[in-house]
């Protein structure tokens, strides 16, 4: 069986973008799965499950950042991860402590 | 950004004394307040307001690495320092290891964007394994200073 790479594009949404408790999340999420799931950023990818690597992208408010995920349970990957993003991290309704 | 754009040199830590998450935060924001970059009345609050934020997660990163920080409206730039323990300190981090690295951060709550380009620039050096080799090996400020130096003269990307 072969996994085709799924691939899609997030924007940040939250005021105070990518910040650490952001990929906190990001990398609790990512690494409920198998796929290898990497997030980039003008052409830079970066493994979604290092933390010290997503905030190397320093992705503010209204970055769109690509993200492409291969393995066995890729769709599954790509979709909680575009949920993550959609729902702004949970810090689009009450301002939160950076 | 680069190092010299937010951390204080004057304020660097190079062999803490802390013992604990809460020794080394207080540890650091003092050593900020020694060298004048916030003000004596706000100490507390301050200290406060970075475990408060702990509270929500850990910053220990992994790597030996963490980055205690918070928004307050005392400053009005991003301030920061570093702070080396030699043997480590229990930080709750992510991935369980002691932490032996600190990067301080305290931002005027209107400016994300500083703060995320300062974790961009201090997650990027931190990748290079030599340059958390050679901070962990470092025992004096100045050897802080020259370090953190070297890497802002060497850095081709900048935010």
């Known amino acids: ?98 | 950004m680069k190092f010299s754009d937010f951390i204080n040199t004057k304020a660097i830590c190079a062999e803490l004394k802390a013992q604990t998450k809460e020794e080394v935060i207080e540890e650091l924001v003092q050593s900020l307040l020694d060298s004048g970059q916030i003000q004596a009345d706000q100490r507390e609050d301050i200290v406060a307001s970075i475990m408060k934020r702990e509270e929500l997660g850990s910053t220990g990163i992994g790597r030996g690495v963490a980055v205690p920080h918070t928004k307050h409206p005392s400053v009005e730039q991003l301030v920061g320092t570093v702070g080396v323990s030699v043997n480590g300190v229990d930080f709750d981090s992510l991935d369980g290891e002691r932490v032996q690295l600190f990067f301080l951060l305290i931002s005027p709550p209107e400016r994300p964007g500083d703060h995320l380009r300062a974790l961009e620039n201090i997650s990027r050096q931190l990748r290079d394994e030599t340059f958390c080799r050679f901070l962990k090996q470092s025992r004096s400020p100045s050897d802080i200073e020259q370090l953190l130096q070297e890497y802002d003269d060497n850095q081709f990307v900048s935010g």
Do not use: C
């Not at chain 1, 690494?31 to 052409?43: A, F, H």
């Not at chain 1, 993200?67 to 909680?80: R, S, T, Y």
């Open chain 1, 1 to 98: 069986m072969t996994n085709a790479p799924l691939s899609t594009t997030v924007t940040v949404l939250n005021p105070q973008g990518l910040h650490a408790r952001p990929a906190d999340l990001i990398v609790r999420q990512a690494s409920q799965y198998e796929s290898k799931i990497e997030i980039g950023k003008l052409g830079e990818w970066v493994d979604a499950k290092s933390i010290l690597s997503l905030l190397t992208l320093g992705a503010a408010q209204g970055t769109e950042l690509g993200l492409q995920v291969q393995g066995p349970d890729a769709e599954e990957a790509i979709q909680a991860l575009k949920d993550l993003f959609e729902q702004g991290f949970n810090e689009l309704s009450e301002p939160v402590d950076a």
